[in-house]
């Protein structure tokens, strides 16, 4: 293929990215395969993580990773087939997984005795492990994670927010006392958060399940809840403490400080590659990615203007090694017009465009322009670390707070499910409303309005004091929402 | 259990190691198990990796990873799963993996209407990929790496040489000509052997499989072989040239510099936590687990003596403080005695232990003890940073030189079978050996001498010029070894 059609066929990419506004679900995968995220493959519901997507996943993990060993935690890795029967050995959790998983029955070319599944959650291998090697109160805490695929036979599927396989962290802890496995699920729901206010730009709402939408086999689950762009919440990362249901079913005891034996208390947690769908949903425009400072795989592209003039292209290639000692810097040098890298860039939501030419040399100065607002910067070049940085600091709480607004828009209080239908007839966002903790209730506006409940948040004060459904007293705030 | 029950419980498992001559596969497990690197699980040869085994892993992987990315290749994440029809597509390839695949048949509740394979290695996942997104002669190289798990369905298995499921990294390129897909398969071998000799101080042979080794599809094969304590050799990682076998069974086409339409060609490699088992086998002893600073998780660990006395603990933790700068080091403050401390440290193979007491303290001193020769030397506080990292050095050079002395001492030349079958009834090593290059050859000394062809070497002259076997010319040096 000539050049001149490679950069049209290209050119054709970029421009044909559907509207925002008009068709949000086919926008998300226009982006997903546009700006080379994932592709999808012959294996339904599964898609191949292609680099550009992955190094988005590696800087995930490698931010979460820093804060969980910070905090004490240790990597393992465990197998990724269950027993049929190791499976079975907790009630609830069997139930609640077995509808969804994936069965290996054969081995070589020899049926096999008893069916494995492929592992859509750990909970089970960790308690085995854990049944082996806890002993004593010296032996507790154990705060293990893991980094793997799990696999959820699910029947519709959309990349990145719901795939028959996905990366993920699932945390596994056994603690002393419940209150201590508790005190764990509350300490990671505040991690998760973190990561999503500091590295993605991604405001959360912290809260508790409601029995309902609990884990399977937790005596408490909690969420953190993001609004997306479209007004559609997304779970975005769970933790859960297990009491001691699990440390019964299989067999978990240790010696206490007392020399008592008594049961372990357990939590678990876990954060997946559906982040990357919430940074697609959340900041994403109608030329394509816009990707937070904190995980953006290139934080600045620095682009030649008129390249072939003497002493622009060193002169570029010094201002790169400069920046990579403060940021994630590359320089395309490419033959590529400045226009076809300009679209191209922008489509992978690079935060920074640093445009160089020769004017710019002579004025010892350079051009920074923002993805995220497109606004532009002349900086003087002896400033361009400081400036880079502070632009990045800015663009992070910039896109931080433009996310806020969108959620804060788009949270509407309803006190009678009369109320509650009409504003979810216009409009797609968060509904505050009160309840009066009956699942009947709850059921009822799901069949009503389609919106779940998403979490009783720890902050929020109430909005009314009688049930939005039912009308009887009320004994949380909730925030309702149609979800991914 | 009392403290002193724990202790003692320990001090046993510390005595009760295997010896290694006496019995070194039995010596193998109870390092495995009593270092805490990995646990057996309910699935037939399945582990768990444990923290300490998870974190030699993690250290290989980054310092691979960092060669890798150093070198242009991408991290990418393809599905586990292979239907039936796509890993058939490649005759000699499906013959040697179908075999030893476990085969998902029911997804849910329901059967499938077609198999999926757990991948036993990804070439048919990555040229379906490539097939898609290679275009044009501008599309090449592409340098792709995915770290994941892979299942083979052995038949007999042990942690970390030979597990149903493994961790490992395969590296998949398509490249514009047969030239560069070979070169890359000998620029990956060279990494691969960087890797083990600076990082894991485990010396190799590096040199080309005979065709009846080749990997299934390949047409050649390269190989990295160490030798282990015993004298069995070690098959380390390999490197393959596809040519374009693949590439046709799948279509992977591109428009070359002559707007031709030609099929890529490919390479494929791979190394795995096969790793941790050599070196387990290189570099252990009676005493547990002696690790090479370079993946040491722990490189330093200080150990207070008569820790109770004023000032000992204080000045430990800014030993340990100002250590921290220049290698990975940890305290071990508990209130175990510096005994039980010194067997349990010297078990997980901490290249130094750091000693320091009141005494040490008076004379502004640390005794450095080295866990690989057992060596102690007292070095001036002052000069600490730079006493510990040139003794870092100095155990990484004199591992590997033990390690090359070992297998110099146990590479043996034949040139005759009989004295090929003597050489191996008193001694088990390499053996150096002409051969014709006749397959009929390689069998009946697999068969005669339970020994296989390791490599073809690239470095190592001729010991001969008739074949061992049949006394016709020869045609290639050959290492042979019984292998693991």
Request: proline letters at 4%.
């Amino acid at each position: 293929m000539a050049k001149s059609d490679k950069n049209e066929k290209n050119e054709r990419n970029v421009e044909s990215i559907t509207n925002r506004d008009v068709d949000f679900a086919k926008w998300y995968t226009d982006i997903v395969t546009k700006a080379e995220l994932a592709d999808y493959t012959s294996i339904r519901g599964c898609v191949a993580l292609r680099p550009y997507g992955y190094a988005l996943w590696e800087n995930i993990q490698k931010n979460l990773d820093q804060r969980l060993k910070e905090t004490g935690h240790e990597n393992v890795y465990l197998p990724m087939f269950i027993p049929e029967s190791l499976l079975q050995k907790e009630k609830d959790h069997v139930e609640g997984f077995a509808p969804e998983v994936a069965w290996v029955t054969a081995g070589g070319s020899e049926p096999l005795t008893e069916r494995l599944c492929v592992r859509p959650t750990s909970e089970t291998l960790f308690c085995e492990l854990y049944a082996g090697i806890i002993h004593s109160y010296r032996d507790l805490p154990k705060l293990y994670n893991q980094w793997c695929s799990v696999v959820r036979w699910e029947k519709t599927t959309r990349p990145f927010l719901r795939t028959l396989e996905f990366l993920w962290q699932e945390g596994h802890t056994a603690h002393e006392t419940e209150d201590e496995a508790e005190a764990e699920a509350v300490r990671i729901l505040e991690i998760y958060s973190q990561l999503c206010e500091s590295a993605l730009a991604m405001p959360v709402i912290k809260g508790q399940k409601t029995e309902k939408e609990r884990f399977a086999g937790a005596k408490t689950t909690y969420t953190i809840e993001a609004l997306m762009h479209d007004g559609k919440a997304l779970q975005a990362g769970t933790t859960h403490n297990f009491g001691d249901g699990f440390a019964r079913a299989f067999g978990i005891q240790y010696t206490d400080r007392g020399n008592q034996l008594r049961y372990v208390s357990q939590s678990s947690w876990g954060v997946s590659t559906r982040l990357i769908g919430g940074i697609i949903m959340t900041h994403g425009d109608d030329n394509g990615l816009v990707l937070p400072p904190g995980i953006a795989p290139t934080q600045v592209m620095i682009i030649p203007v008129a390249q072939h003039k003497e002493g622009v292209l060193e002169a570029a290639r010094q201002l790169r090694d400069r920046l990579a000692l403060v940021c994630r810097v590359a320089l395309d040098d490419s033959d590529k017009t400045p226009g076809w890298k300009f679209s191209e860039h922008e489509m992978k939501g690079i935060p920074i465009r640093l445009e160089f030419g020769p004017r710019d040399m002579e004025n010892q100065q350079a051009v920074l322009a923002r993805r995220d607002t497109g606004e532009k910067r002349t900086v003087a070049l002896e400033r361009l670390e400081d400036e880079v940085s502070a632009l990045l600091a800015e663009i992070r709480a910039s896109m931080y707070q433009k996310a806020l607004d969108n959620q804060r828009r788009k949270t509407f209080t309803a006190s009678t499910l009369a109320e509650f239908e009409a504003i979810l007839r216009d409009n797609t966002g968060f509904i505050q409303a009160m309840w009066c903790g009956d699942q009947a209730c709850e059921d009822l506006i799901k069949e009503k309005t389609a919106a779940t409940s998403r979490c009783l948040p720890f902050e929020g004060e109430a909005v009314g004091d009688r049930c939005v459904c039912c009308g009887r007293p009320a004994k949380h705030m909730v925030y309702w929402g149609k979800a991914y």
